[in-house]
């Protein structure tokens, strides 16, 4: 694969913000030794240093009640040395769609000798074990654990330490394109491996994400993904007094980060974890609030975002979904401690715009849960282990 090098990077404390880099090749041919100036204005990563870095990732599927067809595509796109980690909160009662989802995990790594796991989020093991494991935020009043995208995702990452990986990357589960997700993969692969820090993170922004609308539009941007970046640059815009319109992956759904990153972030509940995420980032480690990682601040933090060739097409799921969206992501900013009064009044300005909140009303405070680090990994392990539905071809385990 062939990647533009960042060119231009923005710096907020010990965080590097690298403008888009675009995939220039999909595959950048055979390797052989490239002279140093060829790789001045893009890099060549060659197929073994990606195949590296997927040996080492874990690629976390959360999904709900999506069509079965997309998900087999989506495992399909996946490449073979990632290790697939589903976790389901699709329904189980009158048509059990886990159970289907199960069957088409295990078809698959059987015919391809894969390794997966998967695990429904409300299974009670895995509530019982993250309690055991003193990670009982992540469970309702009724002992199960919460609903929700970035509760899944949480789970997954779990798994993913469980499993001793050193990379999560996360793929929707709605996605019409194997293709797109193969490159999803690939992009965190590279971007990872252009990281100067242990500490990184990989954001993917879509060149495209057709809509269909008296004929396919290539549309760039989604308009909570539009907003969602104002108010993100807005954030460091008044903390810095520099203007700036750096971010650009706000929403990324698609995304990948070092387990060591991961284990230090507070995360947001549902839709509001990928801004959570940039936020936490920024209040960790952009030095306006006290450092709490004296360690990973001396390194900083490398925040990749990269434009795949592939466009995105997923499931549309109409404008009260998006309205659903934009509030708690935007509230994730307008509840962060870095978040001034000017900030404040373009998140409520935009919100009132789009008939998301009435007048005097604020976007609610995030549920926010606390880093990972804080799991007890061996007892979480000791109760899952053995436990999660696995598949691997036989031999391979
Ligand atoms: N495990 C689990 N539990 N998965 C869930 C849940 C849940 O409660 N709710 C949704 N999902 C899964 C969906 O099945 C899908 O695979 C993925 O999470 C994303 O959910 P969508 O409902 O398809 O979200 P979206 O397409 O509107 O938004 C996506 O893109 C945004 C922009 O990139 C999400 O990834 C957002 O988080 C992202 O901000
Ligand atoms: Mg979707």
Not at 310 to 337: A, F, R, V
Request: overall charge negative; proline content about 6%; charged content about 25%.
């Amino acid at each position: 694969m062939r990647v533009e090098n960042p060119r231009y990077t923005e710096r907020f404390g010990s965080v590097r913000i690298n403008d888009v880099q675009s995939v220039l090749e999909l595959d950048s041919g055979r390797a052989k030794e490239v002279p140093p100036e060829e790789n001045i204005a893009a890099l060549k990563v060659e197929e073994d240093v990606i195949k590296d870095y997927e040996e080492k990732m874990a690629i976390v599927i959360p999904t709900k009640d999506e069509k079965l067809k997309l998900f087999e595509g989506v495992i399909s796109g996946v490449p073979h040395e990632c290790l697939l980690i589903v976790v389901s909160n699709s329904q189980r009662k009158r048509v059990n769609r886990f159970q289907m989802e199960e069957d088409t995990l295990n078809q698959f790594c059987h015919f391809t000798r894969r390794q997966a796991l998967i695990i429904h989020q409300k299974d009670p093991i895995l509530a019982q074990a993250l309690g055991e494991a003193g990670y009982d935020d992540l469970l309702d009043e009724n002992g199960q654990v919460r609903n929700g995208k970035a509760e899944g995702m949480i789970a997954g990452m779990l798994m993913a330490m469980v499993a001793k990986k050193d990379y999560v990357g996360f793929i929707d589960a709605d996605n019409y394109f194997p293709g797109a997700v193969w490159e999803y993969v690939k992009c965190y692969a590279a971007g990872l491996s252009m990281s100067e820090s242990p500490y990184a993170m990989v954001r993917i922004l879509w060149r495209y994400k057709p809509k269909l609308s008296l004929g396919m539009y290539f549309k760039k941007r989604g308009r909570v993904s539009e907003i969602t970046n104002k108010c993100m640059n807005s954030l460091i815009s008044v903390k810095t007094g520099f203007e700036t319109e750096i971010i650009k992956t706000g929403n990324a759904g698609e995304h990948a980060m070092c387990l060591r990153l991961a284990k230090m972030l507070p995360y947001a509940s549902g839709y509001a974890v990928e801004p959570q995420e940039l936020v936490s980032i920024f209040e960790e480690f952009g030095g306006v609030l006290p450092m709490a990682h004296g360690k990973a601040a001396k390194h900083g933090v490398d925040v990749f975002q990269i434009e795949t060739r592939n466009p995105h097409l997923h499931e549309e799921k109409g404008t009260q979904h998006l309205q659903e969206m934009l509030l708690p992501g935007l509230g994730t900013i307008y509840h962060s401690p870095l978040c001034e009064e000017e900030t404040k009044q373009v998140i409520l300005d935009e919100l009132l715009q789009q008939y998301v909140i009435v007048p005097d009303e604020e976007p609610p405070k995030p549920r926010i849960y606390p880093p990972l680090k804080r799991v007890n990994l061996q007892k979480f392990s000791e109760i899952m282990e053995g436990y999660m539905g696995s598949y691997s071809a036989p031999g391979e385990k």
